[in-house]
């Protein structure tokens, strides 16, 4: 019987690899927090309505989902598309990924636009480092 090997460089040969969808849900991840604060400064008397509480909980839902979703993309760069030559010319590859993971969870937890901030920075540094590996100018561009 013939043997046949085949090779992969991750789960799934699809080669199809972007941090554009990092981005946009790290963007949601930003909008959320910030509809959450405007909404709190806004109804600070009424905090206890039931409008008020829906909206809030709808907000803290999709930024949790979001930040969750923006982490698992991270996750998938890092640990399939990147390789070990890639730390030749990205040195801090490892802290970027790993801050960048962590502001994630910081997000789904907290309710800071500081934090959200510097998770659309994160990825906006991932971007720019994913695209010089692949020797690509891609312009980073926010849809929000």
């Known amino acids: 019987m013939n043997k046949i090997e085949a090779s ?3 789960d799934g040969p699809c080669g199809v690899y972007d941090p554009a969808s990092a981005r946009v ?5 930003q909008s959320m927090t ?3 604060l405007t909404l709190a400064e806004n109804h600070s008397a009424d905090c206890g309505s039931a409008a008020y509480i829906n909206t809030m909980s ?3 839902t ?5 930040a969750h979703k923006c982490k698992e993309e991270l996750l998938v760069l890092w640990t399939d598309f990147f390789k070990p030559i ?10 970027t990924f790993w801050k960048a993971a962590k502001l994630c969870s910081a997000c789904k937890v907290e309710v800071s636009a500081q934090h ?3 998770l659309m920075d994160a990825v906006e540094e991932i971007h720019n480092m994913f695209w010089a590996v ?3 100018e891609v312009p980073w561009i926010r849809a929000s």
């Open 8 to 10: 992969a460089h991750c």
């Open 25 to 29: 849900a790290a963007e949601a991840v």
């Open 34 to 36: 910030k509809k959450m």
């Open 58 to 60: 709808r907000y803290a």
């Open 62 to 66: 999709i930024k949790e989902e979001e």
């Open 86 to 95: 890639h730390l030749e010319s990205n040195p801090n590859l490892h802290d």
């Open 116 to 118: 959200a901030q510097e």
């Open 134 to 136: 692949k020797g690509r």
